[in-house]
């Protein structure tokens, strides 16, 4: 992997949000200048390739925050006398923030390690070892850049009507089709096409389609349709992605719920409402998931701290190193 000190992310992102039935959270901390448009950085600790490493995520102002609760799920795009517009949740043009945890072709399963303190990311741990995903035959790594949706929550407790399983206890996972290789930790706006329904060892996993907005093709796709008529068999790879990835490992497919299907456009932003909301329930009560839910932001969190606070969490981390070496077994290749 390679390792930079400090990466600024290419995208920016907006702290409002569009209204709910109920009143949003806010990003209290962010200044008005800074309302236009926000920068992500981030700051790397520990050796990469190592248990240890962890990426945090900070605005340029230098404030670090939880890319699980202070990222605004939607982004604007579009202002008005000086304020950012809010977007429709079904409008087209409306972007949502994406945190990219997993960058295209690689193999390490880095993610938001949401049960530590600021959420930073790092790398899986199984059986003791870093988790790398295998190479299943023809695809290397993973097939697109793979994230997650800011301030969403797939609740373990709350059982999905169609498959009868239960969330799994992570953030909303997005895989962005766009042709751009981005980098972990970096923060894009993306386009909701569709949604695949995965159920991983008896949990609901829901999968979101998305496209980067700065892709080229990102004004003539709009939709999971679009998708088969200008990437075709990139839907049908996604699939076969996700059924064996596991194999390599012992385990057996994964099954998905509505006869392996993409649910459309609407049906992926109805189950990110339902996962945002169930996200504002966790950040706002006391909570007993042991998902870490210290925030700069949420008002009306009782986890919110002060940016000192957070600060002190990133500078109690090691410090940055040497990279690790990657095991040669990473690039093996399987054929199932």
Request: proline share 7%; charged share 25%; hydrophobic share 35%.
């Amino acid at each position: 992997m390679n390792s930079l000190f400090l990466r600024r992310s290419l995208a920016s992102v907006f702290a409002s949000f569009p209204n709910f039935p109920k009143k949003l959270v806010t990003p209290a901390e962010v200044s008005p200048s800074l309302t236009k448009m926000m920068h992500y950085e981030t700051e790397e600790r520990g050796c990469p390739n190592s248990p240890e490493y962890r990426i945090y995520l900070k605005t340029a102002e230098g404030k670090y925050i939880s890319p699980f609760h202070d990222i605004p799920l939607l982004a604007e795009t579009e202002q008005e006398n000086a304020l950012p517009k809010k977007p429709k949740w079904y409008d087209s043009e409306a972007l949502f923030n994406m945190v990219v945890e997993v960058p295209r072709w690689s193999n390490a399963k880095m993610e938001i390690a949401t049960k530590e303190p600021l959420n930073p990311i790092k790398q899986d741990i199984k059986k003791g070892s870093l988790r790398y995903v295998a190479n299943v035959f023809p695809h290397k790594g993973y097939i697109w850049n793979y994230g997650a949706l800011p301030q969403t929550w797939e609740d373990p407790s709350h059982t999905d009507e169609e498959t009868k399983c239960c969330g799994d206890n992570d953030p909303l996972d997005v895989c962005d089709i766009g042709t751009q290789v981005c980098s972990s930790g970096q923060v894009i706006q993306v386009k909701i096409l569709g949604i695949l329904a995965m159920i991983d060892e008896g949990e609901m996993d829901w999968k979101v389609i998305a496209i980067n907005a700065e892709d080229p093709d990102a004004k003539i796709i709009n939709n999971i349709d679009d998708v088969y008529k200008c990437r075709p068999g990139h839907l049908e790879a996604t699939v076969e992605w996700f059924r064996k990835y596991k194999v390599p490992d012992g385990k057996p497919e994964n099954r998905f719920g509505f006869n392996e299907e993409f649910q459309d456009k609407d049906f992926a932003v109805d189950i990110i409402k339902s996962t945002h909301e169930h996200w504002r329930a966790l950040v706002e009560k006391q909570n007993k998931s042991q998902i870490e839910c210290k925030n700069i932001s949420v008002c009306e969190s009782p986890f919110k701290c002060s940016t000192e606070e957070a600060r002190e969490v990133v500078q109690s981390a090691p410090a940055f190193g040497t990279a690790f070496t990657v095991p040669q077994e990473v690039n093996k290749w399987y054929f199932l």
